[in-house]
């Protein structure tokens, strides 16, 4: 399991998932994501999801718990590329609506947008 | 009987990936499809998860044990542990439903397990363990629509 931090100046954090996300791999990672987000006065989060091979409900729990992290100063939560059988879980969980179209850089410069609009 | 696999590890969370790949192989004969593959993947890892940290509350010194069958292009799969048990399987198989969101458990595991299987079953007793069988009838080879 890999996962690469990026920040944005507008406070949007991207998050480039690889290998396998379980319960155990977010265990490992999800004290390095929270820092990030408490460093850098983050607004947003971008999960991409591309080269991710593989999510269970450990996904499912370290976006939501990430989510709580962001919902007091009403921050975002965009997912993209996820599998098919990902889709599906993101569905089931009620989080297939924070799935969005397109490329990071897309993404990216419609969050900015949104935050400064 | 076509195939018959047992596999006993210790209950420390990487062993998740372990029972994954060990699964991954015994159903590589049957050429599954990405979404089968990968949807039998999460079942296994929900099921495994569950024993590692419910059932044995992470004490890493319990024994789960995943033990596949297959006949023809139907698989068989019992995970079973000795731990702490449910006490209400009704309740834990709730979605939404976990005792432990504080540590960001989602509790979807038994939603998707059940999304992902043809047929679950689940028995438990407070004290002796759980034990969840799953069975998967796999696609022909060669049918339409199916990405491999």
């Avoid at chain 2, 420390?12 to 590589?28: D, I, Q």
């Avoid at chain 2, 019992?78 to 439903?97: F, K, R």
């Avoid at chain 2, 540590?103 to 998707?112: E, H, L, V, Y």
Wanted: negative net charge; aromatic residues 6%.
């Amino acid at each position: 399991m890999q996962q690469l931090i990026q920040l944005t100046v507008d406070g949007i954090a991207v998050i480039r998932l690889q290998g396998d996300l379980d319960h155990h791999a977010a265990n490992r990672i999800r004290e390095d994501i929270s820092q990030a987000i408490y460093q850098g006065s983050v607004h947003a989060i971008v999960w991409n999801l591309g080269d991710l091979q593989f999510m269970d409900s450990a996904g499912i729990g370290l976006i939501l718990g990430r989510m709580r992290d962001l919902a007091p100063i009403n921050g975002q939560t965009v997912i993209l590329n996820p599998s098919a059988t990902m889709q599906k879980i993101f569905q089931f969980s009620g989080l297939s609506k924070y799935i969005w179209q397109g490329t990071e850089d897309e993404v990216i410069r419609t969050l900015g947008g949104i935050l400064n609009g | 009987m076509d195939n018959e696999m047992t596999l006993s590890f210790l209950a420390v969370s990487e062993n998740e990936a372990l029972a994954r790949m060990a699964m991954t192989s015994f159903m590589t004969v049957l050429d599954p499809t990405i979404e089968e593959l990968s949807e039998v993947k999460t079942v296994i890892s929900e099921a495994v998860t569950n024993a590692i940290i419910h059932g044995y509350e992470e004490n890493r010194t319990g024994i789960v044990t995943v033990y596949a069958t297959r006949v023809d292009r139907e698989v068989t799969v019992t995970i079973s542990d000795q731990g702490c048990g449910i006490e209400d399987v009704q309740q834990a198989m709730e979605p939404l439903y976990t005792t432990k969101q504080q540590m960001d458990r989602s509790g979807m595991g038994f939603t998707i397990m059940e999304s992902f299987t043809d047929q679950l079953s689940v028995k438990s007793e407070r004290g002796k363990g759980t034990t969840v069988t799953f069975k998967k009838q796999f696609q022909p080879v060669g049918s339409p629509f199916a990405a491999r």
